[in-house]
């Protein structure tokens, strides 16, 4: 199916063919004509399917077609991080370069003087993360009285990230008659039940569960002391020539211990989390696509969003506690055909998580046994096998 065949109009069908786009996802397969037709959806669906271009492109659609268009934020895309903002609306001027529509994007962590001087010149759609959003409506420059599609992205990230109540602030302001677009990578009750209070008979989008996105990257597992990691991570790193790669820690203070290690070894590095300036992580985020850093080093939140194509390389320095998240995270290698690896270090405090981990994917994850850190504790029978002694020098195949 080509993205003619969607009901699409020529003036985005020609920005998207600009984009270099001729297929849709099966996202936006499902997705662009249900949206069209004006119905609320519940997306389940990761990041890295397309969910951008298959709320974006309707939503262009719909509000462009309108024969007299009044002043006033037409659409809202709420989403929990500002990296996720900031691409979300590159995709709508991208794609909506021909269609006259007005949008700005509105995040925390800097100046708010350009945002509400874009809001003042007027805004068709507008991209916000809560916080801001929450402080610039108190502030009298933002009036959602008119506002006609609502799309709450990566629900699920706005729970983990403490967002929700601010959330359910932002939807008491909406107009009670409007269109909703919910989408979630995983439905907790607690988000199901945001989901069924917003949407009036939505249709159901599902794409990519689980163990589908994971059979088609390579999975390796070290067995490694906790304080061994960094000495294994700059080994792999420099001697096996890996090349770029995303490093994922579970907290911020982790991920800027990574990074002073390998600038020590005269690894180009640097970390995105919350505790970072929007321009640290956003440079960083550039240095490491154009090749001036080898290893961008990542918390879950702050990662959430990132689109890095042709990405070969994720390493777990730490597992996640949630497994769906061990899923996010190496789905962001392998995308568009490409190869992918996804080595993950284990030591006799995550064990567990890695047993929730196996059981998701329905797989076990290869061991190598190969490498010159390895375990010298305890490992239980039922959750890891223990390491042999035989060499396999031969673990990352090409």
């Not at 069908?13 to 119905?39: F, H, N």
């Not at 903002?85 to 269609?99: D, L, M, P, R, V």
């Not at 600038?263 to 995105?272: D, F, G, P, S």
Request: glycine share 6%.
């Amino acid at each position: 199916m080509a993205f003619n065949n969607l009901g699409i109009i020529d003036s985005i069908l020609k920005a998207v063919a600009d984009e270099g786009y001729t297929t849709p996802t099966p996202i936006q397969q499902q997705a662009i004509p249900l949206v069209l037709q004006g119905r609320d959806l519940l997306g389940c669906a990761q990041t890295g399917t397309g969910k951008t271009a298959a709320f974006s492109i309707p939503i262009l659609q719909l509000l462009s077609q309108h024969k007299q268009r009044k002043p006033g934020i037409k659409a809202l895309i709420l989403t929990p991080t500002r990296e996720l903002a900031i691409q979300i609306n590159e995709s709508i001027a991208a794609y909506g370069k021909f269609t006259g529509l007005r949008h700005t994007v509105i995040f925390g962590g800097v100046s708010q003087l350009h945002q509400t001087n874009a809001l003042k010149r007027g805004v068709d759609i507008l991209v916000a993360t809560p916080g801001r959003l929450l402080d610039l409506i108190n502030q009298k420059y933002i009036d959602l009285r008119k506002l006609e599609i609502f799309v709450l992205d990566e629900a699920d990230r706005m729970l983990d990230m403490g967002f929700i109540h601010d959330v359910k602030k932002i939807i008491a302001l909406l107009p009670a008659k409007r269109q909703t677009l919910f989408f979630s990578a995983t439905m907790p009750p607690e988000i199901q039940k945001l989901a069924d209070s917003l949407l009036t008979k939505p249709a159901l989008v599902e794409v990519t569960p689980p163990s589908s996105t994971v059979d088609k990257i390579e999975q390796r597992l070290f067995l490694t002391n906790k304080t061994d990691k960094g000495k294994l991570l700059l080994h792999l790193l420099k001697d096996r020539k890996i090349g770029s790669a995303l490093v994922f820690t579970r907290t911020k203070h982790g991920a800027d211990r990574v990074v002073k290690q390998l600038l020590r070894e005269k690894v180009k590095a640097a970390a995105i989390h919350g505790n970072k300036s929007q321009n640290a992580r956003q440079n960083a985020l550039n240095d490491f696509k154009s090749g001036k850093l080898q290893v961008l080093v990542a918390t879950d939140i702050a990662a959430r969003g990132i689109d890095i194509d042709e990405l070969a390389n994720v390493f777990n320095y730490d597992l996640p506690n949630i497994p769906e998240t061990y899923v996010h995270r190496i789905g962001r290698t392998g995308r568009a055909g490409n190869s992918g690896l996804a080595m993950s270090f284990v030591d006799g405090e995550t064990l567990k998580e890695l047993k929730d981990i196996e059981k998701l994917i329905g797989k076990k994850i290869p061991v190598v046994e190969d490498h010159p850190y390895p375990f010298e504790g305890v490992m239980k029978e039922e959750a890891i096998p223990k390491p042999k002694k035989k060499s396999n020098r031969n673990w990352r195949r090409r």
